[in-house]
Nanobody, 126 residues
Framework: QVQLVESGGGSVQSGGSLRRSCAASGFTSSNYCMGWFRQAPGKEREGVATVCSDGTTPYADSVKGRFTISQDNAKNRMYLQMNSLKSEDTAMYYC????????????????????WGQGTQVTVSS
């Protein structure tokens, strides 16, 4: 019943921007985290950015200052604005959601996240 539907992937040149969107349905929780993860070939999945019900928005060091995560007023859609994209940002990007409280140190760890979107490719070329 819980679905996360993503949009906004694509290909851009280095330095360009993309905006990703993830719409959640069937997901209600007073305490939660939602966010984006990515996985490049030969790499482990890594957390990119999350937004949690306590208002915190942790970012991976590699994207801090370039990416911005946000939610709409209804909290059922989140966005990832990606600016100053680099070739190393090339990966499959997934949105994900976790019910309940997530410890700070785990908010960019995939383990607490129960629900996942289908993933879309982001390719950044020189």
């Amino acid at each position: 019943q819980v679905q996360l539907v993503e949009s906004g992937g694509g290909s851009v040149q280095s330095g360009g921007s993309l905006r990703r969107s993830c719409a959640a349905s069937g997901f209600t929780s007073s305490n939660y985290c939602m966010g984006w993860f990515r996985q490049a070939p030969g790499k482990e999945r890594e957390g990119v950015a999350t937004v949690c019900s306590d208002g915190t928005t942790p970012y991976a060091d590699s994207v801090k200052g370039r990416f911005t995560i946000s939610q709409d007023n209804a909290k059922n859609r989140m966005y990832l604005q990606m600016n100053s994209l680099k070739s190393e940002d090339t990966a499959m990007y997934y949105c994900a959601a976790a019910r309940g409280w997530v410890l700070w140190r785990l908010r960019l760890n995939s383990a607490p996240y129960n629900y996942w979107g289908q993933g879309t490719q982001v390719t950044v070329s020189s």
